[in-house]
């Protein structure tokens, strides 16, 4: 079986930053794209930040030049470095991987963790 594992959320002031990582697991073959998508109360899913396999990141329009998305091949896993944080960044923050076994393709998700920006 297949999973993706979040860390890395919590409370922090506005200004303040934070690193979260997505660690995938499992019967993997490979991974193509990857991303990060938060929710806030009330609000849709939104997209955050993708990066594809070849390394090709892109970045909501509000988070460019905040955050940056990474990922670790040998590790199969994903980081989203976020700084300068506001307090509309508070959602629920999770990741996403386009994910081959040997069976199949499809999306996965991550738990979801909570990101606070508040003083």
């Known amino acids: 079986q297949v999973q993706l594992v979040e860390s890395g959320g919590g409370l922090v002031q506005p200004g303040g930053s934070l690193r979260r990582s997505c660690a995938a697991s499992?019967?993997?073959?490979?991974?193509?794209?990857m991303g990060w998508y938060r929710q806030a109360p009330g609000k849709e899913r939104e997209l955050v930040a993708t990066?594809?396999?070849?390394?090709?990141?892109k970045y909501k329009d509000s988070v460019q030049g905040r955050f940056t998305i990474s990922r670790d091949k040998d590790k199969n896993t994903m980081y989203l470095q976020m700084n300068s944080l506001k307090p509309e960044d508070t959602a629920v923050y999770y990741c996403?991987?386009?994910?081959?076994?040997?069976?199949?393709?499809?999306?996965?998700w991550g738990q979801g963790t909570q990101v606070t920006v508040s003083s």
């Open positions: 996403n991987a386009l994910i081959y076994t040997r069976i199949e393709m499809r999306d996965y």
């Open positions: 499992g019967s993997i073959f490979s991974i193509s794209g």
């Open positions: 990066s594809t396999s070849g390394g090709i990141t």
